[in-house]
């Protein structure tokens, strides 16, 4: 679940989830947010560059290396839900999960329709949200850093070409499948 709003991805994400869970699929949720790198190297030009925000915040080799590649066929079969606390920037220690034959990974975030990331889904579902409406809807002490990042990755990445469902969603309460 691919979007610039953190909290409307993650809560896609989590009735996604609850509804294969209710279909007795075993599920890995994961949120690309547990999986930033060090504060030393995210917030390396400030916290306020949104060039560092697309580049240099998420480590999505650890969540493809710790999460996606390990629930392949051939992989380990166990998956990390979190690699470190973005508040005290720390490893959370959290032990590896059991995943048995059949566990879907649902995972929501930012920028997951990269080249180096998209590869790694089935399927990406891509919240196309308008820079009028991204304004409104994002905390005001992100607004800045993740407009300017969100606007580079649209047109670096072209989410909208490569995902598999693309949904407008310029209100929550009234999505809209695109062509």
Known sequence: ???????DTARLADAIAQELENSAVPVARVSAKDFLRGRSVRLEYG?????????????????????LDALLPDGRHTW???LRDPHTDRSVRTPPQPAPAGTVAVVDGRFLARDDIREAFDLVVHL???????GRRLPPEEAARVTGAWSRYLADAEPAK????VARFDHPDRPALRP
């Open 1 to 7: 679940m691919d979007g610039p709003v953190e909290a």
């Open 47 to 67: 916290r306020e560059d949104p060039d560092a925000v697309y580049d240099l915040y998420y480590d999505f080799p650890a969540l493809r290396r710790e999460v």
């Open 80 to 82: 990390l839900p979190r």
């Open 128 to 134: 196309d949200v308008s820079v009028n409406a991204l």
């Open 162 to 165: 490569h995902a598999d469902l």
